[in-house]
């Protein structure tokens, strides 16, 4: 009886888990199924009877797991940890798209990431054709995520601080 008791505690521990992610609760509940296997195999008599309850449970856990990741979804608003809010094609950050076809100076080497100076402002930039020096004149032709993609515009370097060439 103590075995059965153990596997049903190990079960609402893995359902637990679909709600406090973390692995604590899914690991204390599998170890809570595997002590009741093992419990009720000591006490029964039968092996036949052993494996049917090792076969039953591993069953319950399958359909447990099943039947969450199908009732998440689908619970009502405020009793989900699903956002009700449309996710989809989220992106953290992105590039300001108004800076495209601008002139820019490499404000540090950019090897071939780094910093370029555009109006005043640092911005994160990546360099298309590769190693670029200071003061490389470069012309924003891109973004992805929150860098610029810039090229060569002018093979003269240029003083950041001063737009002139060195």
Not at 53 to 80: D, E, H, N, T, Y
Request: glycine share 10%.
């Amino acid at each position: 009886m103590i075995s059965i008791l153990l596997l049903l505690i190990g079960l609402f521990l893995i359902v637990l888990e679909f709600y406090l992610p973390g692995a604590i609760m899914g690991i204390l509940g599998a170890i809570a199924i595997c002590i009741s296997i093992v419990m009720f195999a000591v006490s029964s008599q039968s092996t036949w009877e052993s494996l049917l309850f090792l076969i039953g449970a591993a069953a319950l856990v399958v359909g447990v797991c099943k039947f969450m990741l199908w009732k998440i979804p689908r619970s009502q608003s405020g009793f989900s940890i699903y956002s009700d809010q449309d996710q989809s094609g989220y992106q953290a950050s992105t590039y300001d798209s108004s800076l495209l076809g601008k002139r820019a100076i490499a404000f540090t080497d950019l090897k071939p990431g780094g910093l370029i100076i555009l109006e005043g402002k640092r911005l994160q930039a990546i360099s298309q054709s590769g190693y670029l020096i200071k003061g490389t004149d470069v012309l924003i032709i891109g973004g992805e995520g929150e860098s610029l993609m810039v090229k060569v515009f002018n093979h003269t370097p240029l003083n950041p601080m001063t737009h002139k060439e060195v």
